[in-house]
């Protein structure tokens, strides 16, 4: 199995503030490589998918990168709707693995 | 859309079949997949059915506990987790994909609580 990794688990912020999440997958990936978002009680919710393609109807403040093995989410200037918890997740291969999530507290 | 049958409680050793019903595309274009949450924790993915011909594909560690299917002519999916544990209990998604590269987890059920205690 393909193990996903997340760093930081957590991390504190200020609105307005720039955010970055990376994520590693334990072997190639391809740029197979999706973003969710969740917040308390609601089921995820997808921004990002192919690495860097952004879903529609999520705000352009978010953005993806990275190809192989190494990828990034960015939140350009973190809003107070974005303080929630952030999910990769490879569609290279199954089954199809989840990082341990980032959680983004109110700093 | 896609609506989930409710909230379930169970003793351990039983079995549970969560429902996850469909709308406002064709069942059959489109796969789905289930994942679970158990509480405070992160996402599992646990498998998926094509909703055209119902080929599974299961998470090998839930292998023999599991079995998904789909009933086409209600636009329904099915996951039945059988000799339930403790650890089963989680809150359960079914998942639609999307006609995208990766085919990305795009539309999520409510999700259906499992509890699993004696």
């Known amino acids: 199995d393909i193990q996903m990794t997340q760093s930081p688990s957590s991390l504190s912020a200020s609105v307005g503030d720039r955010v970055t999440i990376t994520c590693r997958a334990s072997q190639s990936i391809s740029n197979y490589l999706n973003w969710y978002q969740q917040k308390p009680g609601k089921a995820p919710k997808l921004l990002i998918y192919?690495?860097?393609s952004l879903q529609s109807g999520v705000p352009s403040r978010f953005s993806g990168s990275g190809s192989g093995t190494d990828f990034t989410l960015t939140i350009s200037s973190l809003q107070p709707e974005d303080f929630a918890t952030y999910y990769c997740?490879?569609?290279?291969?199954?089954?199809?693995?989840f990082g341990p999530g980032t959680k983004v507290h109110i700093k | 859309q896609m609506v989930q049958s409710g909230a379930e409680v169970k003793k351990p050793g039983a079995s549970v079949k969560v429902s996850c019903k469909a709308s406002?595309?064709?069942?059959?274009?489109?796969?789905i997949s289930w994942v679970r949450q158990a509480p405070g924790q992160g996402l599992e993915w646990m498998g998926w059915i094509s909703a055209y011909s119902g080929d599974t594909n299961y998470e090998p560690q839930l292998q023999g506990r599991v079995t998904m299917t789909r009933d086409t002519s209600t636009s329904t999916a099915y996951m039945e987790l059988r000799s339930l544990r403790s650890d089963d209990t989680a809150v359960y998604y079914c998942?639609?994909?999307?006609?995208?590269?990766?085919?990305?987890?795009?539309?999520w059920g409510q999700g259906t609580l499992v509890t699993v205690s004696s």
């Open positions: 998942v639609r994909e999307l006609p995208l590269t990766g085919y990305p987890f795009g539309y």
């Open positions: 997740q490879q569609s290279y291969t199954t089954p199809r693995t």
């Open positions: 192919a690495a860097s």
């Open positions: 406002g595309y064709t069942f059959t274009t489109y796969g």
